[in-house]
């Protein structure tokens, strides 16, 4: 969770607030109330997931749909969706494979997983030809780590201030968001650096766009490696539109980094591979392939939980070892959602369907932005795209309030979305959306914002 100084609570989804608590009460139903109810009676607690915002009962191509039966755009989903939800080709894969193999002890190959593994190899940036499957993003980060330490013999890592790669202490050590560092967490692995990313809205090296911006970023990262001398690896997602959009070459001077110092690179591709940005994998837009590659969320269909490891061939060196030892990790049915997930993104053309709608997006926010002064940044690739709100264009100041406000105006219209940094409008449609949903979509922010602007008191 990101903080802003100043602000005494983490930013994000605000699940406790008086903005919550007012849409509960006129939004939801006796039903969602009591499911509601039941969950926090059962559920441990924990910041971001609960209490709950609302109970879903069914959820099909762009929308899910609540306990009243009011359906809504899902522009969040946590971006597993990338082929909607419960698409027929995915559904249809998992039933197939139920009725032939359900389960794959360690030690036994099955078809489905080596077609998987095959179809990964084949797709991924060009060299990264091995692989291994593991029930979570996180997991995968775990393995990565793994691989990288026994490979080097080395396990310091540099990654982002604020950067999340998932809740695990190692995932938790490598990446900086505050939330997963905090004092439930205790001691984290030591040689964990942090620099500040490549955030050229609000450069936190104080460097303006056109005198090269965030590329100090680069030069930080740089700057440690030469330093420590013996850094495993660099661990960071190519972009994360609520927070970056690296500038071009940024990569690239990284990735000659790495090489000059003889630190890995892995990419957390967990949300932004398979197609987000409009390139199968975001690592392809700066034209820099990895080490090593994290795949998640998607990768199962938005149906089952599936994440995987595409490593460099050269990186096999480790077989005395157990570097991902999973229950799960060729399960059949697993496999199967995640190759009918890959065959449908190629043959539905959703990566040039993500580049142009989002190249839409961009040109609609920008429009949103010449309209509404809280609209302080537009930025994105393909769809993933944030609009970043201000209380004033020149300081920059955040607009918690707004976004808040603007989050449930949006519901009360069919779209929900996500607020990152406590400001940042985050949309992650599926790729399968039309151009009338996308356009309606941004219609509908437009209107939100501009009956927050109406309301300034408020804001």
């Known amino acids: 969770m990101k903080t802003i100084p100043g602000t005494p609570a983490p930013l994000d989804d605000s699940n406790q607030s008086a903005e919550r608590r007012s849409w509960q009460a006129r939004s939801l139903d006796d039903a969602a109330r009591s499911l509601l109810e039941e969950d926090s009676r059962y559920f441990l607690a924990q910041s971001l997931s609960t209490p709950c915002l609302n109970g879903i009962r069914a959820a099909h191509g762009i929308y899910i749909e609540d306990m009243a039966g009011r359906r809504y755009m899902d522009f969040h989903g946590n971006n597993v969706h990338h082929v909607g939800h419960a698409h027929p080709r995915v559904v249809g894969a998992v039933k197939a494979q139920l009725d032939e193999l359900t389960f794959a002890p360690r030690r036994y190959a099955n078809a489905a997983a080596v077609a998987l593994a095959r179809a990964l190899a084949e797709i991924a940036p060009p060299g990264l030809t091995k692989c291994l499957f593991a029930p979570s993003g996180?997991?995968?980060?775990?393995?990565?780590?793994?691989?990288?330490?026994?490979?080097?013999g080395?396990?310091?890592?540099?990654?982002?201030?604020?950067?999340?790669?998932?809740?695990?202490?190692?995932?938790?050590?490598?990446?900086?968001?505050?939330?997963?560092?905090?004092?439930?967490?205790?001691?984290?692995?030591?040689?964990?650096?942090?620099?500040?990313?490549?955030?050229?809205?609000?450069?936190?090296?104080?460097?303006?766009?056109?005198?090269?911006?965030?590329?100090?970023?680069?030069?930080?990262?740089?700057?440690?490696?030469?330093?420590?001398?013996?850094?495993?690896?660099?661990?960071?997602a190519p972009v994360s539109a609520a927070d970056y959009v690296p500038p071009p070459g940024f990569w690239r001077a990284v990735r000659e980094a790495c090489d000059a110092f003889g630190a890995l690179l892995i990419f957390d591709e967990v949300q932004t591979g398979l197609g987000k940005t409009g390139r199968l994998f975001a690592c392809e837009h700066d034209g820099v392939t990895p080490d090593v590659l994290v795949l998640g969320k998607a990768l199962g269909g938005g149906i089952v939980p599936l994440a995987a490891v595409v490593a460099r061939a050269e990186l096999d060196l480790l077989g005395e070892l157990a570097v991902g030892h999973f229950t799960h990790e060729k399960n059949p049915v697993l496999a199967a959602a995640g190759l009918a997930t890959v065959d449908v993104i190629r043959d539905e053309g959703l990566v040039e369907r993500a580049r142009t709608l989002g190249e839409l997006g961009l040109e609609r926010?920008?429009?949103l932005a010449a309209r509404h002064p809280l609209v302080g940044d537009v930025r994105g690739l393909g769809l993933q795209i944030a609009l970043d709100l201000v209380l004033d264009p020149t300081s920059k100041a955040p607009a918690a309030a707004a976004a808040e406000k603007v989050l449930y105006l949006a519901l009360d219209r069919g779209l929900s979305l996500k607020v990152s940094a406590g400001s940042v409008l985050s949309l992650s449609p599926p790729l399968i959306i039309g151009r009338n949903e996308f356009e309606r979509a941004f219609a509908i922010i437009d209107e939100c914002l501009a009956i927050v602007e109406s309301r300034p008191a408020q804001a």
Do not use: W
Not at 146 to 152: D, E, H, I
């Open 138 to 152: 996180n997991d995968a980060m775990e393995i990565a780590l793994r691989l990288a330490r026994g490979v080097t």
């Open 154 to 236: 080395r396990h310091k890592t540099v990654g982002f201030e604020g950067a999340f790669h998932g809740a695990g202490i190692a995932a938790s050590s490598v990446g900086g968001e505050a939330m997963f560092r905090g004092r439930s967490t205790g001691p984290l692995l030591p040689g964990a650096s942090h620099v500040a990313p490549p955030a050229c809205y609000r450069c936190p090296y104080g460097q303006a766009p056109q005198a090269g911006c965030c590329m100090a970023a680069a030069h930080a990262i740089r700057d440690i490696l030469q330093r420590e001398g013996d850094v495993a690896a660099i661990v960071a």
């Open 365 to 367: 926010g920008r429009q």
